[in-house]
């Protein structure tokens, strides 16, 4: 295998005989990244890429690499929070395996495995993966270096501390329930509201909100269509109220026609009294996008 003379000068002999990446000593730098909707915490590494720990709003942090040479094939990686060598008395210690797939990220790590490798780094531990190259199928070894860590660290925490309460998955919909034959917002429901307007506020980019209501089958059809176009209602009045522009939420209202369950016990019914709050944004891609002829469940 021909390799760059780049990468020639970042390949390490390891003690399994294992092609290296990692940074010079000298060299190893830690940077911060972020805003309110996600913190990363980056190394370098030289002739690979770098390695990243990613922390979401409403999420704990994950670990993954990150290399435009893609030198990691399909399968398996070892993950390991390595002792350094000048700590003879302790061992590494496995964190277990990692799927390893395709493209430019080839992994991410669990929240424990992260976590575990945050710790590790405090005490002077580095974050290795182990896996086969994609070209040729030799061992190869990526490791993270722990200099420089504990600054970083700290200003990785400061950024934390700044995230919203949740990410937009996590509140890209919502089902807000009502008491029988009630169209009043329960203190549940505002709470829920509250967080969907914390995002809202700070993402500008959603851009359309669609308020879908429901009611279970007690009592009659019209009533219950009443029902239910009075409690979409009450959660626009709600969003309203808190700043929401009226030209961004579209408004619907079904009765009894769309159940999320069968209305065969108080429980269930109970499920189906509800306003579903569904978010959009403004550029949506293709795969995560859905026409919506019918109403949301």
């Given at each position: 295998m021909r390799l760059r003379p780049l990468v020639m000068l970042c390949l390490l002999a390891s003690p399994a005989n294992a092609l290296t990446f990692?940074?010079?000593?000298?060299?190893?730098?830690?940077?911060?990244?972020?805003?309110?909707?996600?913190?990363?915490?980056?190394?370098?590494?030289?002739?690979?890429?770098?390695?990243?720990?990613?922390?979401?709003?409403?999420?704990?942090?994950?670990?993954r690499l990150q290399s435009p040479q893609?030198?990691?094939?399909?399968?398996?990686?070892?993950?390991?929070?390595?002792?350094?060598?000048?700590?003879?008395?302790?061992?590494?210690?496995?964190?277990?395996l990692v799927s390893v797939g395709g493209g430019e990220i080839p992994f991410n790590s669990t929240h424990l495995q992260a976590g575990r490798l945050l710790s590790g780094l405090l005490e002077g531990r580095s974050p290795v993966v182990r896996h086969r190259t994609l070209h040729g199928g030799e061992t190869l070894e990526i490791r993270l270096l722990p200099a420089r860590f504990g600054k970083a660290y700290e200003d990785y925490r400061a950024c934390t501390a700044k995230l919203l309460p949740v990410n937009f998955d996590q509140v890209r919909q919502s089902q807000l329930g009502?008491?029988?034959?009630?169209?009043?917002?329960?203190?549940?429901?505002?709470?829920?509201?509250?967080?969907?307007?914390?995002?809202?506020?700070?993402?500008?980019?959603?851009?359309?909100i669609l308020l879908?209501?429901?009611?279970?089958?007690?009592?009659?059809?019209?009533?219950?269509?009443?029902?239910?176009?009075?409690?979409?209602?009450?959660?626009?009045?709600?969003?309203l109220a808190n700043g929401v522009p009226q030209e961004q939420i579209t408004l619907r209202f079904h009765g009894e026609r769309y159940p999320l369950v069968a209305n065969s016990s108080e429980a269930n019914r109970a499920k189906n009294r509800r306003v579903t709050l569904r978010l959009e944004r403004e550029a949506v891609p293709a795969t995560a996008s859905a026409a919506t002829a019918g109403p949301s469940s």
């Open positions: 990692q940074t010079r000593l000298e060299r190893v730098q830690w940077q911060v990244e972020g805003d309110r909707f996600e913190c990363r915490l980056v190394q370098p590494i030289a002739g690979f890429g770098s390695g990243e720990f990613v922390r979401r709003a409403g999420e704990q942090a994950i670990f893609r030198w990691l094939g399909a399968g398996s990686a070892t993950l390991l929070a390595a002792a350094a060598p000048w700590q003879p008395t302790r061992s590494d210690i496995n964190l277990g009502f008491p029988s034959a009630d169209v009043v917002l329960d203190p549940r429901a505002r709470a829920r509201l509250d967080i969907v307007l914390q995002y809202l506020h700070a993402d500008p980019s959603v851009n359309r879908d209501g429901h009611s279970d089958n007690s009592g009659n059809r019209l009533l219950n269509r009443d029902l239910s176009r009075r409690r979409a209602l009450a959660v626009q009045d709600y969003l």
